[in-house]
């Protein structure tokens, strides 16, 4: 694979004027790889990243995406390592630089297993099995110990009860918490002992110069409680706990300094903060804690140590990104890469090197890793070649002002054939959360595969609405308390935005979303039935009251949703549902759900497919995804998702009928194809 350099607003600028040869399809879409992890060595003289490969849903067999393994040396020249089908992830590389460490589940491995392989090359060897899952790791400084994160082996009387068929489960009782344990490395046999800590434990990572592990630890097992009950401490190896850091809400990535006396963290204002994204600088010995970027106008999304005192972090500002540096003594920070240069997702830096890794993504591009040399950003891989010869749309952000008054912004991409003057049917698509962004980079998925689109005549809005993060902890907190209020308020000005400016059919709107962006969906064929012509709901939410009952967040969506409970608003909550707005639907609406959600039940799919199917007045269809939780995970299933989503619009916003669309996908006449493809070749 060629090695790839230069700067990224050359790139930007090549993509923009370049006249590509074709659009993508759709399978091309759904089968595009990009680089999901990355690390560097304690020397800096080697990356390490992870590069998800997904299947080809028409000649192999349904599964997860292939996870691969690649190294980078300092000239940039990629090297493949572990490569082929299978997963591999957690990447670490040894204390002294010698050894690549990664989890995988391979050859007999009834659980994924921790291993190693030389940088210099050679067979990968395994270090260690557990009775349960290896999820997490980490490697003390010195090379001398491992921490792994695993759940216990199941009891071998249990799995006899369930051959006889005592599968009974007590709901949210018989929960099983995740362990720490600890090994020496240089102990024969290799043995790993568990460590008594009292919770969940969700990450580990070894001080720099002690015997300490810094663990995020939740009071159970359950997801409610990783999102708002977790804390980082320090334990020593026995299990004690030498300190405790009392921060309130969600929490993401946490980092100690390299001489252990500071912990730098990803944290939220307070309990009822949406999302982690506030940087707070914590003294280990006195566990005191301070903000280092107050009212920082954006959200942090990962952090790296410098040095002692210099921490690197990354910030999503609206729609684009920033890498910035700030002295954890003085509090004064600085840009490295500024806002516009492509979107920055994650950071790798050891202590004191010269040189960062990032990963980056643009919207010529997904994700790949990057490297920064003072204030030179060099793109290292390309995954996908052939995108140099696909057509590339124009892309932008939009602002425009809400009938309240709000600053509002979003990422417009026009179609292909773009001729100014002439209006578009618009499929807008919205995120979820509401505590998430859209940025203006790679947004081509399966449920939103925007250069097809575009090939196709369509022109696409991401609204990044009120309670979208990116712009600072008041404007993620303007939704609470207003389900499906202001925020939706938010689309239809977007769209009549859009429509005023010349850009759009007024009747030809389309929208789409997954979770909050479901929800939206769903709000827009029913309560909003007049402004939108075609609706395809994703995991969305129909029934406020019903979904508190039936979610895994509940305690979240009271915190930072909500700001109340279903019994002190019972006709509130129904009445902001869309099910109570079911009988004044117009908007044909497709609706489809992984059938194992337990973020948002698929009974809230069904509740609005019966309500609006009894009413009879409307075109709907309800697809269930078999294996498939909160978002499609699997190629095919992906593949079949997007289909749908594009014949549903194109059959209602382009061709203007009236009836269902036929539900027949040619799945089967293209797996004969690829069959006879392979055949042939």
Not at 100 to 111: E, H, I, P, S, V
Not at 172 to 186: G, H, P, S
Request: glycine letters at 8%; proline letters at 5%.
């Amino acid at each position: 694979m060629r090695n790839l350099t230069g700067s990224i607003t050359l790139l930007l600028a090549f993509a923009c004027t370049a006249v590509a040869a074709k659009p993508i399809t759709l399978e091309q879409t759904v089968g595009i790889q990009h680089v999901t992890q990355l690390v560097v060595s304690n020397d800096g003289n080697y990356t390490a990243f992870i590069r998800n490969r997904p299947r080809n849903p028409y000649s192999e067999n349904d599964g997860s995406s292939h996870h691969e393994l690649f190294l980078l040396d300092k000239n940039g020249n990629e090297t493949p390592f572990v490569t082929g089908d299978g997963r591999v992830g957690n990447i670490k590389f040894s204390a002294d630089n010698t050894q690549l460490y990664f989890t995988a589940k391979r050859g007999d491995d009834k659980f994924t297993s921790l291993y190693r392989i030389a940088v210099s090359g050679g067979e990968a060897q395994k270090v260690l099995s557990l009775p349960n899952n290896i999820s997490s790791y980490d490697i003390s400084a010195d090379g001398n110990y491992l921490a792994l994160l695993a759940r216990p082996a199941e009891a071998k009387q249990q799995a006899e009860l369930k051959k006889k068929g005592f599968k009974a489960e007590v709901y949210e009782e018989d929960l099983i918490n995740t362990q720490l344990w600890l090994a020496q490395l240089q102990q024969r046999p290799l043995k790993a002992d568990t460590v008594p800590i009292d919770g969940n434990v969700l990450s580990v990572a070894f001080a720099p110069k002690q015997q300490q592990l810094l663990v995020r630890v939740a009071p159970t097992a359950l997801i409610d409680d990783n999102y708002m009950a977790s804390q980082y401490q320090l334990v020593d190896f026995s299990g004690k706990v030498q300190q405790r850091f009392a921060t309130v809400g969600k929490l993401d990535k946490a980092e100690l300094s390299p001489d252990g006396s500071k912990l730098a963290l990803i944290g939220s204002e307070d309990i009822h903060d949406p999302s982690a994204g506030r940087l707070i600088l914590a003294d280990v010995k006195s566990a005191s804690l301070s903000e280092l970027l107050p009212n920082y106008a954006g959200h942090v999304q990962d952090i790296a140590w410098r040095s002692n005192n210099e921490l690197l972090y990354v910030g999503h500002i609206g729609t684009e990104a920033e890498l910035g540096v700030v002295n954890a003594r003085s509090g004064k920070a600085s840009q490295l890469v500024k806002p516009g240069s492509g979107i920055i997702t994650r950071v790798a830096q050891p202590a004191n090197a010269k040189h960062s890794a990032l990963l980056v993504n643009t919207a010529a591009h997904p994700t790949e890793v990057y490297r920064l040399s003072g204030n030179k950003l060099n793109r290292q891989t390309n995954s996908n070649p052939w995108l140099a010869d696909i057509s590339m749309p124009k892309q932008e952000t939009i602002r425009h002002t809400a009938n309240d008054g709000v600053e509002l912004e979003g990422i417009l991409v026009y179609p292909l054939d773009y001729q100014q003057g002439q209006r578009y049917p618009l499929i807008m698509v919205v995120h979820g959360g509401p505590e998430a962004h859209m940025s203006n980079g790679w947004l081509d998925r399966y449920a939103s595969p925007v250069k097809l689109a575009a090939s196709e005549g369509y022109m696409q809005f991401f609204p990044n609405y009120r309670g979208s993060t990116g712009r600072g902890v008041a404007f993620s907190k303007l939704g609470q308390n207003d389900y499906a209020g202001k925020e939706f308020d938010d689309l239809v000005d977007a769209k009549n935005y859009l429509v005023a400016q010349g850009l759009v059919d007024a009747a030809k709107v389309g929208i789409t979303g997954g979770s909050y962006g479901g929800y939206a969906s769903a709000w827009a064929a029913t309560k909003q039935t007049e402004h939108f012509a075609a609706s395809v709901m994703f995991v969305g939410i129909s029934n406020n009251l019903s979904k508190f009952g039936t979610t895994d967040i509940a305690n979240e969506m009271h915190l930072v949703h909500a700001r109340s409970y279903p019994w002190q608003k019972w006709q509130w909550y129904l009445e902001r549902s869309p099910i109570y707005h079911a009988e004044q639907a117009k908007t044909p609406i497709l609706i489809m759900h992984g059938k194992e959600d337990t973020r948002v039940h698929p009974s809230q799919s069904m509740e609005l497919y019966r309500y609006l199917k009894t009413h009879g007045k409307v075109p709907v269809r309800l697809v269930l995804y078999p294996g498939e939780g909160h978002g499609n995970q699997k190629a095919a299933a992906q593949l079949d998702y997007g289909m749908r989503l594009m014949r549903w619009m194109d059959h209602f916003l382009k061709q203007g009928n009236k009836d269902l669309p036929p539900h027949e996908l040619p799945h089967a006449d293209n797996i004969k194809a690829a069959t006879k493809e392979k055949d042939a070749a």
